[in-house]
């Protein structure tokens, strides 16, 4: 059983800084692709960045490149978004998800999925 679990989140002020962990378990996940989405309220949920889990390209949303990163420790079994320069249009659930393989923008592609953890930024 995939488990993905998100910690990390908190409210913080705009140009501050959270770090997002995802703590994967159930299985080897060498071959899968991990992303981060987020969810705001009354909107669709989008992606927000990729990485595979064996190393590689990494993928962002235009809105988000340039102050976020997607790292994984693969000792750790956990997948790290770092969030920098946090704007309050930031603010939103973020979730972390699994695909088996190969890399995805659509949420509807992904095979597993944490049960998000919240970020607020204040203006």
């Known amino acids: 059983q995939v488990q993905l679990v998100e910690s990390g989140g908190g409210l913080v002020q705009a140009g501050g800084s959270l770090r997002l962990n995802c703590a994967a378990s159930?299985?080897?996940?060498?071959?899968?692709?991990m992303g981060w989405f987020r969810q705001a309220p009354g909107k669709e949920r989008e992606f927000v960045a990729a990485?595979?889990?064996?190393?590689?390209?990494?993928y962002y949303a235009d809105s988000v490149k340039g102050r976020f990163t997607i790292s994984r420790d693969g000792g750790k079994n956990t997948v790290y978004l770092q969030l920098n320069s946090l704007k309050p249009e930031d603010t939103a659930v973020y979730y972390c998800?699994?695909?088996?393989?190969?890399?995805?923008?659509?949420?509807?592609?992904?095979?597993?999925w944490g049960q998000g953890t919240q970020v607020t930024v204040s203006s």
């Open positions: 998800a699994a695909k088996r393989s190969g890399y995805a923008i659509m949420d509807g592609e992904y095979d597993y």
């Open positions: 159930g299985r080897t996940f060498s071959s899968y692709v």
């Open positions: 990485i595979k889990w064996s190393g590689g390209r990494r």
